[in-house]
Each structure stands twice: as C-alpha cells, then as structure tokens.
C-alpha cells in the first residue's frame, strides 16, 4: 500500500495540508487565547457540496475554497488564466489528483454540452437534422460557418477559423453550395 503524501496548502503553511486522494487536513496547534495557550488536534475536515456537485473546505476562519482546485494548485502549481481544472472522468466527487487535468473554458464547456447529450465531441459543432452545423464565437459575436455532410469536416472548418478568422468567407462561399 502506498504512504499516502501530505502537502502544505499555499499561504497557510503549518495550519493546513491535502494529500494526492484530495483530503483536507488541519493540523496540531497552540493558539493564544487571553494570555492562555489553547491545544487545537489537527483532524480532517468535513466536505460539503455546493450545488453543482463540487467539495468545499473551510478553514478556521471562514475561508471556503474547493478542495480540487487546492489539490491541483497544491501539487501541480497555479492554474494558467483562462483555464479550468477539469475531472477527467466527469465525476466530481473524485478529487484524487490523478483526475485532474487543466483545460480551457472552452473544452470545459464542450465537454459538459456533450455529457448534456449533446450530439458532437467536437467544439463548435452540433447535429442539424441529417447534416452538421459549425459555429463560432468571435470578437463577442456567434458565427455560423455553416452545414456540412460529414461531421469531421464541420470540426476542420470550425478549426481553420479559429485559427485564421479571415477565412471565414471562404467557408461561407463553400457552404452555399451544399
């Protein structure tokens, strides 16, 4: 059996640890109270869930956090602006580090449209009827690319413009002859 590593959460060093399983732990100290020193047993501490599923801890001074982003920022380091701490297996009671990946926003999205029983694991691409439909989103503004027979082609049209918006007129000439 593996011994089980305890890591000291940022900015509350000695107070606070996690391990790799994603349990919280406060830990043994002496707080002075009126002149008088008070024993404080460290313990694991209690989760609960906000509505979406996710565990929270709070520390001693009424500061919440959720406990898969303090395991990842905890053991793998601070998380890049713009990205999401995803579970890999889509089950957010698995804290354990080995089901946390960092992704964008919009993967995070893509991915939750499709446990929605969306019909592509493709971004930016849905089922419109017998065909597909590409969409994107750019300078604010929703972008129909337009429909395509095959779904991977949606998904190529959906990239190229993301990755070159002034090609988005050829897609629009291409697409009116479908």
């Not at 001074?61 to 990842?72: A, D, E, I, M, N």
């Not at 019909?119 to 300078?139: F, P």
Request: net charge positive; proline share 2%.
């Amino acid at each position: 059996m593996p011994t089980i590593e305890w890591k000291d959460i940022k900015g509350y060093e000695g107070l606070y640890q996690i391990n790799s399983d994603g349990q919280v732990r406060s830990l043994n100290r002496v707080i002075m109270r009126n002149d008088k020193p008070w024993n404080f047993k460290g313990k694991i501490l209690s989760e609960r869930r906000d509505s979406s599923g996710y565990a929270h801890v709070t520390f001693s001074k009424g500061k919440s956090f959720k406990v898969h982003r303090l395991l990842y920022e905890t053991f793998i380091g601070k998380l890049i602006p713009g990205m999401d701490i995803d579970h890999i297996d889509n089950n957010s009671y698995n804290n354990n580090l080995n089901n946390l990946q960092q992704i964008t926003r919009r993967e995070n999205c893509s991915k939750d449209n499709f446990r929605r029983n969306c019909t592509s694991s493709y971004v930016g691409v849905k089922r419109h009827k017998d065909k597909w439909r590409a969409n994107i989103q750019l300078d604010g503004k929703n972008i129909h690319i337009g429909i395509f027979k095959m779904e991977i082609d949606a998904h190529m049209a959906y990239l190229d413009i993301r990755d070159n918006p002034d090609s988005a007129l050829k897609y629009r000439k291409y697409v009116s002859n479908n």
